[in-house]
């Protein structure tokens, strides 16, 4: 059997040679961290014990896997990227790996395969591992690096809310500084470029470096090895493998640690030097800057004192590299800094004796910055894990991650144009996510001034919310534009994009307004929609978000759902409040029999006149509605798309305002031959068939419900012939915020469908 999705240049195909739209979500949140004991981030009972854990029942139990997988099949998503962490397969130790795991990811998979997604893997990390703030590594990991997690704290060599005096305190989006702090940027530095820069860090007879990637890359190979063997999942469910997430460089190519280099795009808390995080990892105090971020970026706020009194973040000598099972060379010394031992600074007068270390290869004298590392170390990286999947699964497709925000890496016409390869891009509105507040009056094109687009970054302000959406669209379209140009002809998919929800410190959740969630998705939305890219995988699903701790890690709460929140109810139910409030219920005899037949029946042009006879609910489903929480912004991010084109989409884009969906189009006869349509997720709580309107340059439309495992998800088909061709589909509108109420200049426009039903352009 041909594969459900291949890729044919930067277009991805489906069997009858359609166009495929992905668009998908991360599951799940909780995958960052262990089930048993489970320990979210603000939990430090057994924190330090992360041998003997267990990811089962990550990313939520097997029996829940239905619930889940129905409940976004539901929403119109057809794209899964999976979160699992190198933790979660080699826990306990070099080499050991837990296969009761893998085989629980095996059964998820499977149930996932019934709901007909497409599913990329995704080995995920922040800033490391838990054990430094975020997620991806065991915990043995640092200390093979020589490193003492204990000591975190006191040093800040990682600042960790599970070990934060009071967690609910953690400054929020703090966790990310830690990539510009003394653990991430040493363990990063090692991973990447040990052999380079730390030629004395010698275990087990071979490099740092390649200790730590051939576990990370044996370990993914492994689950890859499994998934193999199922044989059952490769081209049905899993259609690929991502590189690690978020890469990030350590201290290679920056070109004088005792200063913050200038491109750091985030300084937030305690901001030290490289210099000044090596003198406090080894128990030196110092002041250092202070910066918070507020409407116009980072800013300086005044000067601290960290002293760890002493304190160091080496292991200590009497530690016991005997737990392990690993030796480490007589020539790596415990309990002193590895940059003191390779002579980058003097632990018995605290010089710095060599401020440019990392700013030049040092045996070929070679000038780095981040676009040599994307091209050398990131790259190198990259194809060794690349042939440890296809040694496994020759046809996997690899989605190559390089760091986020960079310039992608220069492969266009080179060995590594890679014709089944997939360009993987991250983007966040940084002012909205750092500041937790949607800014309607301005916002800044921050790709636009990394890449040097502006002579000052003043010019980069965008004032107004029309130019501020535009502004988020257009550097997403750069975006992809860029990677034509540096990845090739390949497609470009956005796997992580999305909005915080616990803006305006809770507002919403004290209030039920999440206006200003709706339009920062909306926003956000606009732009994917914007950018031409192939799709999307929206961060963040999380079975157990909840308003108190968000998404349970690092005080981050972008979860499209949670528990305390009401899920988006049916948009048939609220269309018809507006209307006769007689024969309420579709059970009863008083409900109308012809609506019962045309709600079971296919809708389109030649019954779309009965279609639009009014039913009704009863009084109860609008008191129900009455004094409800706000639907977590989900009439924003359930909304109408592209999913399988009999041609190229040429553009398309939802206005949530007016709820107009367009679509231009280039249809190809070729694509599956006259029976096979064009098909578009349509929502039906923007569109409940009852009350569409459609218009097509030419052709047939439909709208019914295609049954996936046991749910009905609707759709619109449209039958066209080669050549340009437009649809406009006209839904709802509704009273901003109050999805209950239809606006009062649509209710006119319902009664025109009423009597003239659809029209043809």
């Known amino acids: ?21 992905l668009r998908g979500i991360n599951v799940a949140g909780e995958s960052k961290y262990p089930k048993t004991p489970d320990i979210p981030s603000y939990v430090s009972d057994n924190f330090f014990e992360t041998d003997h854990v267990s990811f089962v029942d990550r990313p939520f139990p097997l029996d829940d896997a239905h619930t889940h997988f129905a409940r976004l099949r539901k929403w119109g998503y057809n794209t899964i990227r999976y979160l699992f962490t190198w933790e979660a397969i080699e826990h306990e130790g070099p080499g050991k790996y837990d296969d009761e795991w893998i085989a629980f990811t095996i059964e998820v998979l499977r149930v996932a395969k019934q709901y007909q997604f497409y599913v990329f893997m995704d080995p995920h990390q922040d800033v490391w591992s838990r054990l430094s703030g975020g997620s991806g590594a065991p915990g043995w990991t640092l200390y093979a690096a020589g490193l003492d ?33 003394l653990v991430c940027q040493t363990i990063f530095t090692l991973f990447w470029a040990g052999r380079d820069f730390a030629p004395k860090a010698i275990i087990n007879g071979i490099n740092i470096q390649d200790f730590l990637q051939g576990h990370f890359i044996a370990a993914c190979k492994y689950l890859a090895q499994k998934i193999h063997e199922a044989g059952d999942l490769e081209n049905d469910v899993v259609i690929g493998w991502e590189s690690m997430n978020e890469p990030h460089r350590g201290l290679i190519g920056i070109q004088d640690i005792s200063v913050v280099p200038p491109d750091q795009q985030l300084q937030l808390g305690t901001s030290p030097t490289a210099f000044q995080a090596m003198l406090t990892g080894s128990g030196r105090a110092c002041e250092e800057t202070t910066w918070a971020f507020g409407g116009f970026g980072p800013h300086q706020t005044g000067r601290e004192l960290v002293d760890p009194e002493g304190e160091s973040v080496w292991l200590p000598t009497t530690y016991d590299d005997s737990k392990y099972g690993w030796t480490r060379d007589p020539g790596w010394k415990l309990g002193e800094c590895i940059w003191a031992q390779h002579d980058v600074w003097d632990p018995s007068t605290d010089k710095l004796l060599k401020k440019d270390y990392f700013a030049k290869k040092p045996r070929t004298g070679e000038p780095l910055d981040y676009d040599v590392f994307t091209n050398t170390y990131f790259m190198e990286h990259y194809r060794t894990f690349k042939d440890a999947i296809r040694s496994v699964w020759p046809g996997s497709i690899m989605l190559c991650q390089p760091p986020v925000m960079e310039v992608p890496p220069d492969l266009k016409g080179s060995f590594d144009d890679d014709p089944n390869m997939v360009h993987a891009v991250h983007y966040y509105d940084g002012l909205t996510l750092l500041t937790k507040h949607w800014n309607r009056l301005y916002n800044v094109d921050v790709i636009g001034v990394l890449r040097g687009k502006y002579l000052t970054p003043a010019f980069a302000l965008k004032i107004g919310e029309t130019a501020i959406r535009n502004c988020l669209r257009d550097q997403l379209k750069y975006l992809r534009d860029e990677s034509l140009r540096f990845m090739g002809n390949h497609p470009m998919i956005f796997t992580e994009i999305g909005i915080p929800y616990d803006m305006d410190d809770k507002y919403a959740y004290k209030t039920g307004d999440y206006s200003s969630q709706i339009s920062a998705m909306d926003a956000n939305h606009y732009a994917l929609e914007g950018s031409t890219s192939n799709g999307f995988t929206l961060w963040l699903y999380t079975t157990q978000n909840n308003h108190e701790w968000g998404d349970n890690w690092n005080g981050e709460d972008l979860s499209i759902t949670s528990v305390d929140d009401p899920e988006l109810p049916s948009g048939k139910l609220l269309a018809l409040q507006n209307e006769s409030r007689s024969r ?21 042009p030649s019954n779309i006149k009965d279609a639009l006879r009014p039913a009704s609910i009863t009084s109860d489903v609008s008191s129900q509605l009455k004094g409800q929480a706000g639907f977590r912004a989900a009439e924003a991010y359930i909304r109408p798309s592209p999913i399988f084109t009999k041609g190229v989409v040429s553009g398309h884009g939802f206005d949530l305002r007016n709820c107009t969906f367009t679509m231009s189009l280039v249809g190809d006869e070729k694509a599956g031959g006259e029976d096979v349509p064009t098909e578009m997720y349509l929502p039906d709580f923007h569109f409940p068939d009852t009350h569409t309107v459609v218009s097509v340059s030419s052709g047939r439309w439909s709208i019914d419900h295609a049954e996936i495992s046991s749910v009905k998800v609707q759709r619109l088909r449209w039958w066209h012939a080669a050549g340009k061709h437009d649809i406009k589909v006209q839904g709802i509108k509704r009273k901003p915020g109050d999805p209950g109420k239809i606006a009062g200049d649509d209710l006119s426009y319902l009664e025109q469908c009423q009597r003239g039903g659809c029209s043809v352009m």
């Open 1 to 21: 059997m041909p594969p459900r999705l291949r890729i044919e240049g930067k277009i991805f195909k489906d069997p009858s040679n359609r166009e495929i739209t």
């Open 149 to 181: 997690p204990r000591t975190f704290k006191k040093t800040e060599a990682a600042l960790v809310q599970n070990t934060y005096d009071n967690p609910a305190e953690f400054p929020k989006m703090i966790w990310s500084t830690n990539y510009t702090r």
């Open 584 to 604: 309420s219920d579709p059970h009863s005899p008083a409900y109308s029999e012809s609506q019962r037949n045309i709600e079971e029946e296919h809708v389109g």
